[in-house]
């Protein structure tokens, strides 16, 4: 199983951007796809889930502002970020839970100044 997430950056306060996570290894429209971030000194959080059947859960941090898609035919995640915030700084990861095992992408970094 591979998760490659892309499309991080530096952007300024109000501003957008959108993450893609691209799957290999599982059969992915049967996969639940998460977006989770880690900030510097803070643990690693939910941001935005999709279970199968496309149940989708946001933290309430980002609820209105981000938002979680698929494409089943490119086997990609992505997260919309919109309205970032600097507290919205952090590596943000890709995962997945297929098969009782979790499977973590390297991580792509977001940094939003002010």
């Known amino acids: 199983v591979q998760l490659q ?4 950056g530096l952007v300024q306060a109000g501003g957008s951007l ?4 691209a799957a290999s290894g599982i059969v992915f429209s049967m996969a639940a796809m998460n977006w989770y971030r880690q900030a510097p000194g ?3 959080e939910a941001v935005a889930t999709m279970a ?3 149940i989708i859960n946001y933290a309430d ?4 502002r981000f ?8 086997r990609t995640v992505y997260l919309q970020m919109n309205s970032l ?3 919205d700084t ?4 890709c995962n997945t839970a297929y098969y009782g095992r979790n499977y973590w992408g390297k991580g792509t970094q977001v940094t939003v100044s002010s």
């Open 61 to 64: 941090s980002v609820k209105g």
């Open 90 to 93: 952090a590596v943000y990861y």
């Open 67 to 74: 938002t979680i898609s698929r494409d089943n035919a490119k």
């Open 5 to 8: 997430a892309s499309g991080g």
């Open 42 to 44: 803070k643990q690693r």
């Open 85 to 87: 915030k600097p507290e």
């Open 18 to 21: 959108r993450l893609s996570c």
């Open 52 to 54: 199968r059947g496309d």
